[in-house]
């Protein structure tokens, strides 16, 4: 009886040859494209976000619900029906919009 190990290997066919190079190469495009894909996100995500002041005075007895930002300016909902806009650098009130309550 032969021992499996001391058997000399076969050439691998050409068309096998080729599909482990195929896999090889698409694997290592794969995996450079993740990187590439993870590299754009940290540097995306990774912005500061929004200029806030330090602190925002709203009047006495107003409560935010809501707050969105803008390029200059902060909006803040209030629960009165109430829109404020300040400004995002000094957290000063430039305008005041009342909401029709429905």
Partial sequence: MTDPLDVETEEEPRQLKFLRRLVTG???VMVCGL???V???VIRLSNSGP???ENIALPTGVTAQAV???DGW???VTTDNRVLVLNSLSGAIRQEI???AQ
Avoid: N
């Fill in 39 to 41: 590299a754009l996100l």
């Fill in 51 to 53: 200029q806030l002041p």
């Fill in 98 to 100: 009342t909401l029709d």
């Fill in 26 to 28: 698409l694997t290592a």
């Fill in 35 to 37: 990187l590439v894909i």
């Fill in 68 to 70: 969105t930002f803008g």
């Fill in 74 to 76: 902060i909006a803040v």
